[in-house]
């Protein structure tokens, strides 16, 4: 059974960071898209960012560009963000994703990790 576990999440100031973990298990994840997500309270779920199976190409939402850094582990099948400089609107719950695209087709999502940053 594939099982996507993020970790990391928490309570940090405006203009700190937090690294995100997500941890897979149930299959081989080398050649899988892996993204996060994230939905804040009465806001549509939004891609934050995502690493791309083969060639490790990243991308991210205007949002977060230049304050986030998406990275993997392949031998520890773990995905990371690392988020710098939060913002008070980067609060949300942030999940883990694995599929063949990181936004047209996702198979797996994780329970999610609450990030609630303080102004």
């Known amino acids: 059974q594939v099982q996507l576990v993020e970790s990391g999440g928490g309570l940090v100031q405006a203009g700190g960071s937090l690294r995100l973990s997500c941890a897979a298990s149930g299959r081989t994840f080398t050649n899988v898209d892996m993204g996060w997500y994230r939905q804040a309270p009465g806001k549509e779920r939004e891609l934050v960012s995502c690493?791309?199976?083969?060639?490790?190409?990243?991308t991210y939402a205007d949002s977060v560009k230049g304050r986030f850094t998406v990275s993997r582990d392949l031998a520890k099948s773990t995905v990371f963000l690392q988020m710098n400089s939060v913002k008070a609107e980067d609060t949300a719950i942030y999940s883990c994703?694995?599929?063949?695209?990181?936004?047209?087709?996702?198979?797996?999502w994780g329970q999610g990790t609450q990030v609630t940053v303080s102004s």
């Open positions: 994703t694995a599929g063949d695209d990181c936004s047209r087709k996702v198979d797996y």
């Open positions: 690493i791309t199976g083969r060639a490790g190409t990243t």
